[in-house]
């Protein structure tokens, strides 16, 4: 069972709009990611988080923010929504070092209309 | 840039026969770790193998890895329904920034 919490679940919401896609996780771990994927396709991450205040941007350029004021706590920003954007948004978290898997959360199916 | 390729894409097979996916990788990796995913969800951590490590074993899974070939291997043996889902792979590269995940297969098990 997973304890990282990923809400909403799905989001219909036109375009032009700012949103924010939340992400929390209860294991107190100082990894987090998020990671977007096209619907049975491979994942592509888009930022990552060591800890508090530390933000680094992954390989897929994106037009998102992040923050991390709290360790469990990363949402995601779209300052402004396009049907490009359209996709399902997965977050994770692992513990420091390598030897770790990580833990995802549900996902937030997004569609921008 | 993908690092992992899982083959096949796409795999189908009757409970209780086994499943075997692969998965290549282009550079050197510190681990490589095999997750499932269930439709229009997210990803379950199966197993990690280090890249000093040939096998692993985790209940009905076995893991190999062939660092000279670049290439590991996921069998799934006396597949159940439940196993239908999709397989990933992803490594860690030496600098052990993020994991990077392959394309997946697809395995549907029939009843």
């Known amino acids: 069972e997973a304890d990282i919490y990923q809400t909403p679940r799905y989001l219909v919401i036109g375009t032009g709009k700012k949103i924010t896609l939340e992400c929390s996780q209860t294991?107190?771990?100082?990894?987090m990611y998020w990671y977007q994927q096209d619907p049975g396709m491979e994942l592509h991450l888009i930022h990552y988080?060591?800890?508090?205040?530390?933000?680094e941007k992954g390989d897929l350029s994106s037009e998102s923010t992040v923050s991390r004021i709290r360790t469990e706590h990363f949402p995601l920003t779209l300052e402004s929504a396009r049907p490009s954007h359209t996709s399902q948004y997965l977050c994770a978290s692992s513990e420091l070092g390598v030897y770790y898997g990580y833990t995802f959360g549900s996902g937030t199916r997004l569609t921008v209309v | 840039s993908q690092q992992g390729e899982e083959d096949p894409q796409a795999l189908s097979i009757q409970e209780g026969e086994n499943a075997t996916m692969n998965c290549s990788y282009k550079?050197?990796?510190?681990?490589l770790q095999w997750y499932r995913q269930n439709s229009g969800r997210g990803l379950v951590h199966l197993i990690l193998?280090?890249?000093?490590?040939r096998e692993k074993h985790s209940g009905r899974l076995r893991v190999t890895l062939d660092t000279s070939k670049k290439s590991s291997s996921l069998l799934i043996t006396a597949s159940r329904a439940a196993d239908t889902a999709s397989y990933f792979c992803?490594?860690?590269?030496?600098?052990?920034?993020?994991?990077?995940f392959g394309g997946g297969t697809r395995l549907m098990v029939k009843p």
């Open positions: 193998i280090r890249s000093n490590e």
């Open positions: 550079t050197s990796i510190n681990n």
């Open positions: 992803a490594t860690h590269n030496n600098a052990g920034n993020m994991l990077t």
């Open positions: 294991m107190g771990h100082d990894k």
């Open positions: 988080s060591y800890g508090v205040n530390s933000t």
